[in-house]
Structures are given as C-alpha cells and as structure tokens.
C-alpha cells in the first residue's frame, strides 16, 4: 500500500483543513487508516485513526474538532481539522496497518501501522 497525503496548508488560528489521505494497492478497506502529526523538535504523536469497521478514534486533544473518515470506493480517507491552534503546526502523516486489536491503545501506536506516506504541513497562525 502506497499513500499520499495531502491538503495541508497556511490557515489562521481557528480556521480549518481537510487532509486527505489517498491509497494505492489492492485492499485498502482491510487496513486501518491512522492520522499522526510531528510538530519540530517533538515526537511523532497520534491524532485519529479510522477501523476498517469505520469505529473512529481520537486523541482528546482533538476530540469534538477534527473528524476522521475514510471512503473505501475512493481508496481515501480524510481528516478535517475544525478550530486549529497554532500549537498544531505540525507536518501531518497518515499511516495504514492492522493493529492487532481495534482497542484506542492499538489504534494509537505508531508501530502498528506498516505503511505511511510522506506527510503534509499544517501551519497554523496566530
């Protein structure tokens, strides 16, 4: 599975984005859909994950303003980012994998997914 992320950009504190996450390969729907964020100098943390029974996850620093989906007809998932901060600026990376639970804590681990793409910037300014 190959992935390009995408739909980053320069938005002003308290607007939005939506990122997309396209998929190439057979069986996208058999992977879970993960959304990952770096900002400089920090670790890679998570953000969202979709199952592939569409069950969503989210970190609680993000709950109630961004909303993960996919679109297993496209081979695409999205994630849009309502009410961004400027301590989001972070480049952005979607991963695929099969965790081997649909739990929030195998969701949100970054060595259970086994493909990821090559990220997008958000900027967000104040």
């Known amino acids: 599975v190959q992935l390009q992320a995408s739909g980053g950009g320069l938005v002003q504190a308290g607007g939005s984005l939506r990122l997309s996450c396209a998929a190439s390969?057979?069986?996208?729907?058999?992977?879970?859909v993960g959304w990952f964020r770096q900002a400089p100098g920090k670790e890679r943390e998570f953000v969202a994950a979709v199952a592939t029974s569409a069950n969503t996850y989210y970190a609680d620093s993000v709950k109630g303003r961004f909303t993960v989906s996919r679109d297993n007809a496209k081979n695409t998932a999205y994630l849009q980012m309502n009410s961004l901060k400027p301590e989001e600026t972070a480049v952005y990376y979607c991963?695929?994998?099969?965790?081997?639970?649909?739990?929030?804590?195998?969701?949100?681990?970054?060595?259970?997914?086994?493909?990821w793409g090559q990220g997008t910037l958000v900027t967000v300014s104040s």
């Open positions: 390969g057979r069986s996208f729907s058999s992977y879970a």
């Open positions: 991963a695929a994998g099969r965790p081997w639970s649909a739990s929030y804590y195998r969701m949100s681990r970054l060595n259970e997914y086994d493909y």
